[in-house]
């Protein structure tokens, strides 16, 4: 059974302060892993998919890098409005095509 | 496109009465998700359909819940009788097989 397990659960930063959110999973064999960003009282909005060890993507203030065994966000010098909820899912394939999600990070980054 | 489309944005319904909610995908999408989110156990998977047939509902929890896709466009996710358990967030999400799933705005349930 896939899991993921994503740290840490809240994050309050100031605005300007880089850090990093953290995706730990355990699957059978990873075919993608995706990361979203959800607002309140809104669906998840899709920022990445990273499908291989090494692999880098870049979307303004954010940096997403995967390992074989985890996956790492990074928000350089955040503003308020990349205060949400952040949420890493894997997708191994197997017949099921739904994405396993973690419980997310809950970052908010104040003026 | 506007988007995946879910009706109704909120329901609030006693407990015993049957709930439905609704979805329309992305047009060309061929992969529909229904998600449940809660605060204990986050966004889970209830049910998976390609190309309008129901590939995997090992997620649905009970017989209480029931899914249909009729056609490309429509989908159904339906709680008879419904429990306050069933409280949360119900999301429908469309994609390309394989690809990045778009999500809706989803539906907050709360059944007393």
């Known amino acids: 059974e896939d899991q993921v397990t994503q740290s840490p659960e809240a994050l309050r930063l100031q605005e300007g302060e880089s850090s990093s959110l953290n995706c730990s999973y355990t699957?059978?064999?990873?075919?993608?892993l995706f990361w979203y960003r959800q607002d309140p009282g809104k669906g998840p909005e899709f920022l990445f998919t990273?499908?291989?060890a090494g692999e880098e993507k870049e979307k303004e203030r954010l940096k997403a890098t995967l390992t074989k065994k985890e996956s790492f966000l990074h928000i350089t010098a955040p503003k308020p409005e990349d205060s949400a909820t952040y949420l890493c899912?894997?997708?191994?394939?197997?017949?099921?095509?739904?994405?396993?999600f973690g419980k997310g990070t809950h970052l908010i980054i104040q003026p | 496109d506007a988007g995946v489309i879910q009706s109704p944005r909120h329901e609030v319904t006693e407990m015993g009465q049957e709930v439905t909610l609704r979805c329309k995908p992305i047009?060309?999408?061929?992969?529909l998700f229904w998600y449940r989110q809660t605060m204990m156990r986050g966004l889970e998977l209830l049910i998976y359909?390609?190309?309008?047939?129901?590939?995997?509902d090992s997620g649905m929890p009970e017989d209480r819940f029931s899914a249909k896709m009729p056609n490309a466009s429509f989908s159904t996710l339906k709680i008879q009788p419904s429990e306050p358990r069933d409280s949360a967030v119900y999301f429908c999400?469309?994609?390309?097989?394989?690809?990045?799933?778009?999500f809706g705005q989803g539906t907050r349930l709360t059944v007393v």
């Open positions: 999400a469309s994609s390309r097989v394989s690809s990045e799933a778009f």
């Open positions: 699957v059978s064999g990873l075919r993608g």
């Open positions: 990273l499908y291989s």
């Open positions: 899912a894997v997708y191994s394939g197997g017949g099921a095509d739904g994405l396993t």
């Open positions: 047009s060309g999408h061929n992969s």
């Open positions: 359909f390609n190309n309008n047939v129901p590939i995997d």
